[in-house]
């Protein structure tokens, strides 16, 4: 009685639910023969963004006071089960389709409580198309509403309807269950990431107060649940895996949590919370002691990566307020001029979300916010809120115009260094670094960049490239880490200075992705210790420093092979530890494998004749070689296993999230030890040692 009690809580409350709020525009037709267009994508993304689109449809219902209870079930079979205790789809019939309005929604394009009527102010479900589409992409999909004293069902496979939808029981409970099934024709690859399901209803958590979240991942528990289970399994007596969620901090607990491992300029974090021409505004941030900026964008509570107008209204503001309060309390010399968009946004951490009713987003995905009306409301409101702020807090006002004067400097600075930089090239006739092995093509489309860990294996790469498509710049010890540090020192560096020149594309605001040279640079290091710190290096300068390259999709991880096995005449490479079982075989006897240090003790081993006994016996033989650094390679063999595009194995770098990895850049590369410390407990048991 006690979840059915807590289930009401979330119900019956506000306007009155029914089909009239449900509108019909188009069919569902399209989605399986393109679903990039409703999606995004078909890989791991697409995958997740199932996901979101019926969280998204639960989460509205809480924005709207309806709920209070979110459940995210990872089951068997790959299944996904999202319930909630809100008002439950209406299932009345639909005066256009004819049929009930649950059937309209599920199996109907554009059809939803969303596009009219008074089912719902605000949503971040504006298109309408979540379930329809998360159904026509679902080899499996079942509906299942408590509403109105009953329970009522309709099941489904690719959109279809496998029968009406009835009312299967009575029922004291409020809500609707989707469970689902990705359908393998559309997703060749259908492996939902628990971290990523948790990082995503996290931000989601925060904001919306008071609303709970449980993902539970049931995944092990095949033949011992029921997918219509609903809410925490309590029933069952099963202690399943599970996250829970729920905040009443809002923005504010979640601008903490971004600056879990930093340290703030100022205790207090700057929070506002209002709404102007019909348009909510809710903004915290809070400045800490770092170079980069980390500004977290909702729209609807839709996470928008691409900004849109929103994070342009407040960007603008900022940098407008900051130099009026620097300016009038006169805190900056005349001939330094003023803030520009740059320097105020250095080590600031801002979470800013809008409530629309009418929104528009550039694109299904939702990635970039297009409604006008919010660059105006979100200037109006954190304009006057950050003035009263910094009038109210001189001390913390103090503390962030500094911070905005450092980064000022710096700016000039670097781009100075910059200039000098460039201008050097500019005198030398853009010669590029000495000892580059440049690459014949002028294509950047073809070309390659290595980058190798010192001279021993630059010799060897650049003997044994394809000189048409293939460059070589070899780099000498570990390069600076530029987690915390500026362009202008970041140029001082010999390494770093060789390879931006190499690249051609410039850096800071005169980058230009158009004038990149090589559109594969692939990080080329031991497979030792070393070698991982330096690969580190390298993808911190990239990450930080040249982030479209990464995003573009042009930097590379090569894959040497660990060991040369040869027996007799037959040589195989094995790239792990696994693959040198599978080659030599499990039952092969311990003694008769021969481990040699030098390629060349194989190369020339004594071929004399021997009689049939010992022939067979040396055929038997294995000799394995276990490599520590490129350098140990031949020309030949580093082109055969590492170089030559026919049989090398390359692994692309790709940001899946931007923020986790911009955490654990931070933890890892940062200047702040104890959480360097925390992370590598945490770790330790997942870490391959190599003895």
């Known amino acids: 009685m006690a979840k059915e009690k807590e289930q009401e809580k979330g119900a019956g409350k506000g306007h009155h639910y029914d089909a009239s709020d449900i509108s019909v525009l188009e069919g569902l037709d399209p989605v399986r023969r393109r679903p990039g267009m409703y999606i995004g994508t078909t890989g791991i993304d697409g995958l997740h963004h199932l996901i979101w689109e019926i969280f998204d449809n639960s989460r509205d219902e809480a924005m709207g006071g309806f709920c209070n209870n979110i459940e995210i079930v990872l089951l068997p079979q790959n299944r996904i089960r999202v319930a909630d205790n809100g008002r439950g789809i209406p299932v009345d019939i639909h005066k256009k389709t004819k049929v009930s309005a649950l059937e309209t929604v599920m199996t109907t394009l554009h059809a939803g ?94 904001l919306v107060k008071g609303l709970k979240i449980l993902i539970i991942d049931a995944r092990g528990y095949e033949g011992k649940i029921d997918d219509s289970d609903i809410f925490y399994f309590k029933e069952l007596g099963l202690e399943l895996p599970s996250t829970s969620f729920y905040f009443e901090g809002g923005l504010t607990s979640l601008v903490k949590y971004y600056n879990k491992f930093q340290k ?35 729209a609807n509570n839709i996470y928008t990566p691409e900004g849109g107008t929103h994070v342009t209204g407040f960007k603008t503001t900022l940098t407008r307020t900051l130099n009026t309060y620097c300016k009038k309390n006169e805190m900056m010399k005349e001939s330094e ?80 260094a910059k200039d000098s930089v460039l201008r050097k090239g500019a005198l030398e006739g853009m010669t590029l670094p000495g000892k580059l092995a440049d690459c014949q093509s002028k294509s950047a489309e073809e070309s390659e960049l290595f980058l190798v860990e010192g001279d021993s294996a630059g010799g060897s790469a650049k003997q044994g490239r394809d000189r048409r498509t293939q460059a070589i710049l070899p780099l000498r010890g570990k390069i600076l880490n530029v987690e915390r540090a500026r362009i202008d020192k970041m140029l001082a560096s010999k390494e770093v200075r060789a390879l931006v020149i ?70 195989n490479y094995a790239y792990s530890d696994e693959e040198k079982i599978k080659i030599i075989g499990k039952d092969t006897d311990v003694s008769e494998i021969e481990a040699v240090e030098d390629s060349a003790n194989v190369e020339n081993e004594e071929e004399a004749e021997d009689s049939e006994a010992e022939t067979k016996k040396k055929m038997n033989k294995v000799h394995i070689q276990r490599y520590k650094g490129l350098g140990e390679m031949n020309p030949e063999e580093l082109w055969e296993t590492t170089m030559d595009p026919a049989k090398r194995v390359l692994k692309k770098v790709n940001i899946e999230d931007a923020e986790e990895a911009n955490k654990v850049f931070e933890i890892l590369m940062g200047s702040e030890v104890p959480p360097r410390k925390s992370f590598i407990q945490s770790n330790a048991k997942l870490a391959e040692i190599d003895i």
């Open 502 to 571: 190499a690249m051609g594309t410039s850096i800071g605001d005169t980058f230009d992705l158009e004038k990149m040279r090589y559109h594969k640079i692939i990080i080329a290091t031991d497979a030792d210790v070393d070698g991982a710190h330096i690969r580190t290096l390298l993808l911190t300068l990239f990450y930080r420093y040249f982030r479209q390259v990464v995003d573009a999709g042009y930097i590379y991880i090569a894959q040497p092979p660990l060991y040369k096995i040869k027996r007799g005449k037959e040589i």
């Open 337 to 416: 001029g003023g803030f520009t968009g740059d320097d105020v946004l250095e080590g600031l951490t801002c979470v800013i979300s809008v409530k629309l009713r009418e929104i528009q987003f550039e694109g299904q995905t939702k990635a970039k916010l297009g409604s006008v009306e919010a660059q105006g409301a979100v200037g109006t409101v954190f304009g006057e809120a950050f003035a009263a702020f910094l009038e109210e807090n001189p001390d913390e006002a103090k503390a962030i115009i500094n911070k905005s004067i450092l980064a000022l400097k710096a700016r000039k600075a670097a781009k100075a």
């Open 113 to 206: 409580g969303k596009f009219g009527g008074e089912g719902y102010k605000v949503s971040g479900g504006l298109h309408g198309v979540g379930a329809s589409v998360v159904n026509a992409l679902s080899i499996y999909c079942k509906a299942e509403v408590h509403k109105d004293g009953g329970k009522y069902l309709q099941e489904y496979s690719q959109g279809k309807k496998k029968s009406a939808v009835k009312k299967v029981s009575s029922s004291k409970l409020n809500g609707t269950i989707i469970t689902f099934q990705p359908d393998e024709e559309i997703f060749k690859d259908i492996k939902f990431d628990l971290n990523t399901v948790v990082s995503h209803i996290r931000q989601q958590a925060y």
């Open 264 to 298: 703030p300029l100022h205790s207090s974090i700057f929070y506002i919370e209002k709404e102007v021409d019909g348009v909510g505004v809710e903004i915290a941030l809070q400045y800490v002691d770092d170079i980069v900026d980390r500004i977290i964008p909702f």
